[in-house]
């Protein structure tokens, strides 16, 4: 079983349709969950740590939340310079080889 | 300004061939990762290192090899052992924090490729 599952897989927004990311996760002992931002043929830009239930991070349009089970990455108003692939990543435990990755969520802000 | 050098962008390797893939790194980071990303799937993780002159296997090292000789530097080697090596390789770094991971610096990757 899938430890981190994203949908959906692709999203097509207008320019300033908001709408939410999700990330789900069934580890049992969260450390931390992470969102990247990944444009095509470059590597993860990071964004977001959240620790516990209930915690919420902003930047810009962006806001991520987390709850015991799911996480979402809410974005305001996109614009098309927003489009890239989204990832969630969580930590089960302490050590590198406790991070699982999500597949991604491929967002298009059309103008 | 400071961050993580991958080399080359785009490689390709023929039947039987190593081929080293290059990171560096100057953010004073400990840690360093190499990541492995095939479409449809999320990142995994190769080899990781904590400290000059260690490392440790990842989930999906076999056919893969690293050194990590400087703190700047941590080369990865793909051997003729790995039969499907075609993927976008990603090199990562980040403070070492014993408890909990932290956040990762990505370089631009390398996408290699079988002749």
């Known amino acids: 079983e899938d430890q981190v599952t994203q949908s959906p897989e692709a999203l097509r927004l207008q320019e300033g349709e908001s709408s939410s990311l999700n990330c789900s996760y069934t580890v049992s002992g969260l450390r931390g969950l992470f969102w990247y931002r990944q444009d095509p043929g470059k590597g993860p830009e990071f964004l977001f740590t959240?620790?516990?239930a209930g915690e919420e991070k902003e930047k810009e349009r962006l806001k991520a939340t987390l709850t015991k089970k799911e996480s979402f990455l809410h974005i305001t108003a996109p614009k098309p310079e927003d489009s890239a692939t989204y990832l969630c990543?969580?930590?089960?435990?302490?050590?590198?080889?406790?991070?699982?990755f999500g597949t991604g969520t491929r967002l298009t802000v059309i103008p | 300004d400071g961050g993580i050098t991958q080399s080359p962008k785009y490689l390709f390797r023929k039947e039987g061939q190593n081929v080293t893939l290059s990171c560096e790194q100057n953010?004073?980071?400990?840690?360093m990762y190499w990541y492995r990303q095939d479409p449809g799937q999320g990142l995994r993780l190769i080899y990781y290192s904590q400290i000059v002159n260690d490392f440790q296997k990842g989930d999906i090292a076999e056919g893969y090899s690293v050194s990590r000789e400087k703190k700047e530097s941590f080369p990865l080697t793909v051997t003729s052992a790995q039969k499907n090596p075609t993927a976008f390789y990603l090199c990562?770094?980040?403070?070492?924090?014993?408890?909990?991971?932290?956040?990762?610096?990505f370089g631009s990757g390398t996408q290699l490729s079988v002749l």
């Open positions: 953010l004073n980071h400990d840690a």
């Open positions: 990543a969580v930590q089960e435990g302490t050590g590198a080889n406790n991070l699982f």
């Open positions: 959240l620790y516990s």
């Open positions: 990562a770094s980040s403070i070492w924090e014993p408890t909990r991971h932290e956040k990762l610096f």
